[in-house]
């Protein structure tokens, strides 16, 4: 099967950086040992990523990333092999973010990507503890 990664724009925003939020997944599918992954990245608008956000996960609101896993992940020896998925970013919400910690669009939509992904790869966020791993290996997958 191998790695198969599609970016799609249904935002009003134009110009993002498709190919660097590729590098970004294909870093942490590799980091990761995941050979195998069909992951669609759709950069979202205010009203699908608040509709996503309230049909499945409960939240009327708007967000930074969304991560569905639309088959279960095939597991072996405790490691995940193979991932199908779609990633949604909120690009309004990411820009927003990224005017706030001073960095740049394109470093925002890349942590976000990585973000996305590791979920895809079974990481959680629930707590401080996790949140604080999940920020230390983003940081490792968008150098």
Known sequence: ??????????SS?????????KRV?????????????EISLIFAGNSLIR?????????????DV?????EENEIEH???INIDGE????????KRQAEEYSVSLACE??????????HLAGYDDSTAELREQMRQLEDKYIK
């Open 51 to 63: 509709k996503l956000n309230k049909d499945y996960l409960q939240h009327d609101c708007t967000t």
């Open 13 to 21: 925003l134009k110009h993002l950086p498709k190919s660097k939020t």
């Open 87 to 94: 990633i949604y970013i909120g690009v309004e919400v990411a």
């Open 78 to 80: 405790e490691a995940i």
């Open 66 to 70: 969304i991560a569905f896993a639309l």
């Open 25 to 37: 997944i294909e870093n942490v599918l590799g980091g990761e040992g995941i050979e195998d992954a």
């Open 1 to 10: 099967m191998g790695i198969n990664i599609n970016i799609y724009n249904s």
């Open 109 to 118: 939509i890349k942590r976000l990507a990585a973000h996305g992904t590791l």
